[in-house]
């Protein structure tokens, strides 16, 4: 939610990119996702998702980073800002979801699935009224936000994988 509407923001009034390029930027994402879709996804076993979920968070934060800390006007650390954004989010999405259906019984994974999207919009609404918050101090707050939830989303995968690695050795 944060990229979605905070991203144009950052790179028009921080970052001085003009607004006419901003489309191209865009179109750059989704044809990199694309591509790695096609490419890297096919390779992923949603069983082994430690290391494909860390490195996609991972080089998702350096993504941030990279926003954050971007000199005026440099369309090349953009564009590899969003190379990177790319990679993690077509890495991320489709593995967090192959993992809804692979570990959830497929005779209660409607209820479930349900229940835990109400769980996730429920606790996410009020970022994007604190993000807004943080965007009016100063333009990278929002982005240092989404970095502390991909570290806590990194803590997160590195637990889970470590309990599910005892549950196979029992």
């Not at 865009?26 to 096609?38: E, I, K, P, Y």
């Not at 609404?125 to 929002?142: T, V």
Request: with cysteine.
């Amino acid at each position: 939610m944060v990229n979605g509407t905070f991203w144009s923001i950052m790179v028009t009034e921080k970052i001085h990119i003009q607004t006419s390029n901003i489309g191209i930027f865009s179109l750059a994402r989704s044809l990199f996702m694309l591509l790695f879709f096609f490419t890297l996804v096919p390779k992923i076993n949603a069983m082994q998702f430690r290391r494909p979920l860390l490195s996609g968070f991972s080089s998702l934060i350096l993504s941030q980073l990279l926003l954050i800390f971007a000199p005026d006007k440099s369309y090349l650390v953009l564009t590899f800002s969003i190379l990177l954004e790319a990679f993690s989010l077509s890495m991320i999405n489709p593995l967090l979801d192959s993992l809804q259906v692979v570990m959830v019984d497929p005779k209660e994974r409607a209820r479930i699935i349900a229940i835990l999207y109400v769980i996730v919009i429920t606790l996410t609404s009020p970022f994007g009224y604190i993000a807004g918050i943080l965007s009016g101090i100063n333009h990278a707050l929002p982005f240092a936000m989404n970095i502390l939830f991909l570290i806590f989303g990194l803590i997160l995968t590195y637990i889970a994988s470590k309990v599910g690695n005892r549950r196979l050795l029992c």
